[in-house]
């Protein structure tokens, strides 16, 4: 918090030059809702990764569907380029965070290929984001744009929210030769990993992207993300999305002792587009609702469940991996 205050955020301001994002940052600096030293609470949801304009959505509706699936609160991700389909400007979850500071935690994306990406992201900072996301531009993981990204989170003790999917069209491609050498490089960044590729990789088996970016039936064990959750306590799961829910559901034994041996690396997340915690506008499904029911199908351990809906999403966001 002190950081709101610094001589800073005056060129911060002015450098943004937005009225919205000026209201913002007073709403932060009054507010000590994020703040570290708030008491723990009971287990509340907590949703880490949601968007708002999926499919449209208003404000209003993203926060009845956080109420229609009992979210307490939510990392919402901006998608600045609309690469993935998805347009989400940082300033429009800012001013979504100043309307409703006790739901929203807001994250900020910018287009990194912009030479004032670095400049964005630390002005973001100042006025009460608390991480990177979702990061998902049509970029090789290993460009050295990404690398800055990942190195800037590291200096501000973030977390950054990554899309990995290799193949042509797709985002961050190279997980399997890239990854560790970043988790290595940059430990106190906290990546959390999304999406089809870093999913595949929970199995020893991965197809290559091409013939199927969502593999089903048994996992083969030993796979990429045993061992560098096992190496590396700074990489989180982000269990939102079909590719998540796939991934969880394809072998059921499996997913119940990968989810006890990692257990402080587990974040529940939906990614869900639809309004009402029904699928009202999404072919009758609501992933947060459907993985909330799997979980807790499958976890008897209420520490773990604990750890999965609420412990974690607070750790990673503080850093205390
Ligand atoms: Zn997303
Ligand atoms: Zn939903």
Not at 106 to 132: M, N, S, V, W
Not at 155 to 183: K, M, R, S, V
Request: aromatic share 8%.
């Amino acid at each position: 918090m002190p950081l709101l205050f610094s001589p800073h955020r005056r060129a911060v301001l002015k450098l943004l030059a937005s009225g919205v994002v000026a209201a913002a940052a007073d709403a932060c600096a009054n507010t000590s809702v994020l703040c570290a030293d708030e008491p723990a609470k009971p287990r509340s949801l907590i949703d880490c990764h949601l968007h708002i304009n999926h499919f449209d959505r208003s404000i209003e509706d993203t926060i009845r569907h956080m109420d229609a699936t009992g979210t307490a609160k939510a990392f919402v991700l901006p998608l600045e380029t609309g690469e993935g389909g998805v347009l989400l400007r940082s300033e429009t979850v800012l001013h979504a965070f100043h309307r409703y500071p006790d739901r929203i935690i807001p994250f900020c994306q910018t287009d990194i290929r912009q030479p004032d990406a670095l400049e964005r992201i630390k002005a973001y900072h100042l006025l009460g984001c608390r991480g990177i996301g979702e990061q998902k531009e049509h970029l090789p993981l290993n460009d050295k744009r990404v690398e800055a990204v990942i190195a800037l989170c590291d200096e501000l003790n973030w977390p950054i929210t990554i899309h990995f999917q290799d193949g042509p069209g797709g985002f961050n491609q190279g997980l399997a030769e890239h990854l560790e050498t970043y988790l290595k490089r940059y430990q106190r960044v906290r990546i959390i990993g999304h999406a089809q590729t870093f999913w595949a990789n929970i199995s020893a088996e991965v197809p290559p992207a091409e013939k199927s970016l969502y593999p089903t039936g048994p996992v083969k064990p030993g796979g990429l993300l045993d061992k560098l959750l096992a190496d590396y306590p700074n990489l989180y799961c982000d269990m939102s999305a079909g590719s998540g829910f796939n991934a969880l559901s394809r072998d059921e034994e499996f997913t119940i002792g990968f989810l006890q041996r990692h257990p402080r690396q587990m974040l529940f997340g939906s990614d869900c587009p639809c309004r009402d915690g029904a699928g009202e506008n999404f072919k009758g499904t609501c992933y947060s609702t459907q993985l909330q029911k799997y979980l807790q199908r499958i976890i008897d351990d209420e520490d773990l469940l604990t750890n999965i809906f609420h412990s974690n999403a607070e750790r990673a966001l503080a850093g205390e991996a």
